[in-house]
């Protein structure tokens, strides 16, 4: 029997996939782009520093990458074979875990491996430059696909003992940022406590973000033991997550009776989120009367007393930091900062809110069923919309009251006319365009649900178009106006920079939403019939004028 035959089938199929080449092209293209940027917009500083500058955006976007790559390739590589029943059948031969698991893994791993492969010979460009020494080339590279490989495997290991895609992406998450963030930070903030020199090494180790930073070749002299001590325990980790998985995955996959205590967690659970018996008859009468579909997507009571819990842990965070920092704690820093926090936490959110019903609905064969009755397109969209709003509507209004507190100290607190100028820019572009976002989503959100593989895939995918795309156009703008300022053309100040990132946010947010809305509006019962149908390559699409491919063709003139 071949060794690993499903990696070997997988790699196979990879070769065949024009996604594979478009990936590592588009990888490399993109840092390529971020490179030239850096550079140009650092003329007037010494090589040196452009250097060390281009050295830390590229490879701290290929950490970012690395890290956050598990949660959208593998976190759901094994639960939607549990959901769909399909994993039992593999285990019906001689297949052995690992052989599932690997080949899982290789499968929907690829194209992250790939790009980040094609992304390190770019990270060794300013190694021409001077400045970054090639040992501190060779250990961010070696941290960058650590740290890929770990985000993997635990991403493996969470869709192993789960059969829910979301709770198993929420868990990925959520375990990334214990080890990524919370764990260095209580070391620090022990260090601060105890007025010692350094964090335990227990804290670091266990931190792909600690092991990046130790890579340097500043911190890196002075605390090597430590740098090479959090490279062996992140890597041994990974393993560990990839054996346990190989252990679970047989065993996993059966539908087993619960035990009585696991029933009774199962009721109290029902029981919060949904009420009893008497609770939902009345709650469901409320709500078909009003849409069915809202009562289809808002049927969980307990999500917007998640979302105000979410909220309320931040305040007590933020709480917390008063305490400690008192009047230095008040200032315009902190106030931006939370700003950002609370903006970026609710649009992230509502991005994996957007399409998930009908993502799943989409994927069980539900949505089908549903457009066969009497009920419109327009009507499940307005459904969905409401269930949103109850969702989010309430902490919605509550930040933008908290932005105008924090605008109105970051006004009192402002130095010049200058500064309270772009204080004012900030805040109200900033509320502005928090809700511009939030439309923007729930319409391309819900198109994507219909189209993308998965719901974690249409979040992602969301909030790439929704709020990456605007920054990298803006990037974009903003190094035209450098170039034409090195000519002696018009130099630009910065609340004009500020400005145009909103601007440009807000035209982006109109043009998908017109662009979502009219996809939905006129093809919503085509592409909720095509889970099975693959889509014709771009080229063919682009010079065939046929936006539909041959196959979806016959079934658009089907319905028509």
Known sequence: MTFLPIVARE??????????????????????????????????ESPGDISKTLFGVLTGSALLYSLLSGIRDTADCLSSEKREGTLGLLFLTDLRGY????????????????????????????????????????????????????????GLCMSSVSRSG?????????????????????????????????????????????????AWDAVYKAH???????????????????????????????????????????????????GDLHERRGFRKRLLDQNPFFWLAARARLKPALAWGGLGLLGCAWALGLSKFHRDWLCPPVYIMTGVVLSLGLKAWFATEAGRQIAEDRK????????STPLTVREILRGQLM?????????????????????????????DEESRTSYRVFWIGGMVTLVSDLVALYWVGLWLGLTAKNPNRAASASVARVLILPG???????????????????????????SLWFVLGLLTDLALSVWARNKLLTQFRVA?????????????????????????????????
């Open 11 to 44: 790699l196979r199929v990879a070769s065949r996939r024009r996604s594979t080449y478009w990936v590592r092209i588009g990888a490399a293209l993109a840092v390529i782009i971020i490179g030239t940027w850096v550079f140009l917009m650092g003329q007037r």
């Open 99 to 154: 052989d599932v698991v690997i080949g899982k893994m290789t499968a929907n791993s690829l194209n992250a491996f790939y790009s980040v492969l094609a992304v390190l010979p770019m990270m060794a460009v300013p190694l021409l430059l001077g400045g970054v020494g090639l040992g501190e080339f060779g250990r961010s590279a070696l941290v960058t696909v650590n740290t890929l490989f770990f985000s993997l495997t635990l």
């Open 166 to 214: 979301r709770k198993a992406a929420t868990l990925t998450f959520l375990l990334l940022m214990l080890f990524a963030v919370v764990i260095p930070a209580c070391g620090l903030w022990l260090t601060f406590l105890h007025n010692w020199n350094w964090p335990p090494r227990g804290f670091l180790a266990l931190s792909p973000i600690a092991n990046y930073v130790l």
């Open 224 to 274: 090597t033991d430590d740098f090479w001590w959090g490279v062996g325990v992140i890597h041994g980790m990974a393993w560990l997550f990839l054996l346990f998985s190989s252990l679970v995955a047989p065993r996993s996959w059966q539908d087993r009776p619960a035990g009585v205590q696991q029933l009774r967690w199962r009721e109290r659970w029902q029981l919060w989120s949904h």
């Open 364 to 371: 069980r064969g539900a949505l089908e069923l549903l457009l």
């Open 387 to 415: 269930a949103l709003r109850r969702h989010f509507f309430g902490p919605l209004i509550l930040i933008l009251i908290v932005g105008c507190l924090l605008f109105y100290g970051c006004l009192v607190d402002g130095q």
């Open 472 to 498: 990298i156009a803006w990037s974009l703008l903003l190094l035209l106006l450098a170039l034409n300022s090195m000519r002696g053309g018009y130099q630009a100040s910065f609340n004009v920079f500020l």
């Open 528 to 560: 909720a019939t095509q889970r099975f149908l693959a889509q014709p390559g771009f080229f063919k699409r682009l010079f065939t004028g046929n936006q539909s491919g041959g196959e979806h063709g016959t079934i658009a003139a089907a319905h028509e």
